[in-house]
């Protein structure tokens, strides 16, 4: 079993930041990989960003350069620092956790982020 404890979501105006947090207790072996997908109304679900225990790091191509991740191993948490935000990026953040991104891996409970004017 594997516990997340997201948070940090809410609403913002265009421009503004946001940084989500997700802790995550339990089997914890296996997620050498952490990370978020979003998912807006109408839309597939997809990779925000993700970190490796290592070096390993992947954004995806429409937050580049305005979100950051970052890991803390020793409590099993990743945080996702959003800058720049757009009304775009408005949608249902995931932390995500996985030995690899091809695995399904396990998923939190999810939390709101509104870009809004």
């Known amino acids: 079993q594997v516990h997340f404890v997201e948070s940090g979501g809410g609403s913002v105006q265009p421009g503004g930041s946001l940084r989500l947090s997700c802790e995550v207790s339990?089997?914890?072996?296996?997620?050498?990989?952490m990370g978020w997908y979003r998912q807006a109304p109408g839309k597939q679900r997809e990779l925000v960003a993700a970190?490796?225990?290592?070096?390993?790091?992947k954004y995806g191509d429409s937050v580049k350069g305005r979100f950051s991740i970052s890991r803390d191993n020793a409590r099993n948490a990743a945080y996702l620092q959003m800058n720049s935000l757009e009304p775009e990026d408005t949608a249902v953040y995931y932390c995500?956790?996985?030995?690899?991104?091809?695995?399904?891996?396990?998923w939190g409970q999810g939390t709101q982020v509104t870009v809004s004017s």
């Open positions: 970190a490796s225990s290592g070096t390993y790091i």
């Open positions: 995500w956790g996985g030995p690899n991104l091809a695995h399904p891996g396990y």
């Open positions: 339990g089997n914890t072996f296996s997620l050498y990989v």
